[in-house]
């Protein structure tokens, strides 16, 4: 086991990347600690996967990850509830498309406040324990979109582009203090969001994919996996592309 009883807090956990982030740190005996938005129902079936992994005190943890008191309040409880705190994924993320003429505030605005503020709540307040701890890792899912842009993604892309500079400058703030920071940058993976993209389209993007399909969740899990575990001790600031080459 990589993660033995190591706890782990991944937001966004409900469904998709997450969920599968979720289930194969328990399987590496982590205990995990699922993040979602309060009104997600499929938060609960993601807690009865877990309990069949492993029988440990997995639990749910529901904020929205854009609120800094929420973040505050909830993972300093959850933090006095398991005494200890050793992974953060920061997976949650949305998506408000619309080119930039037409983009409203919000939409702006609810892409930033989830995707990159979001990501500094939970960071600021996990590096409070980590750095009592002096280990930690913190692992944040940017996405390809942020390295190349996309049309009609102006708030993602900065959004995502965005998560990778806190990556770089938060891993150099604490690398003294045992604790690593990295980002992982997945290109086409097969979720809720991109099934809804016709066959034709699928056919068409897997054409200038090297490795010919588009990925797994699981394809993502696995390198939160490794750079979770004590393996990538000596790896921090990196951002590493899960995209079948579609990207280099
Ligand atoms: N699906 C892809 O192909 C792809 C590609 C590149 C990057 N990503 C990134 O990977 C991550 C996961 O993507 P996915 O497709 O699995 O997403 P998804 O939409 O299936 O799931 C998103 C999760 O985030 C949660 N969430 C959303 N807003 C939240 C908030 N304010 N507070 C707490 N939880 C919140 C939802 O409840 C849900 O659990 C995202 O950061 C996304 O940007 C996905």
Known sequence: MLLDNKVALVTGASRGIGRAIALELAKEGAIVCVNFQRNNTRAGAVLDELKKISQKPHCLVPFDISSWEAAEKEITTLVQ?????DILVN???VTKDNLLLR????????VIHTNLKGVFNCSKVA?????????????????????MGNPGQTNYS??????????????????????????ISPGFIQTDMTNSLSSELQTEICKNIPLGSFGTCEDVAHLVVFLASDKARYITGQGVGVNGGLYM
């Open 81 to 85: 509830k398991t005494g200890t705190l």
């Open 158 to 183: 900065a959004s995502k582009a965005g998560v990778m500079g806190f990556t770089k400058s938060l891993a150099k703030e604490l690398g003294s203090r045992g604790i690593t920071v990295n980002a």
């Open 91 to 93: 997976n949650a993320g």
């Open 127 to 147: 590096a409070k324990f980590m750095l009592k701890q002096r280990r930690g890792r913190m692992i944040n899912i940017t996405s390809l979109s942020g390295e």
């Open 103 to 110: 983009m409203k505030e919000a939409e702006w605005d609810e």
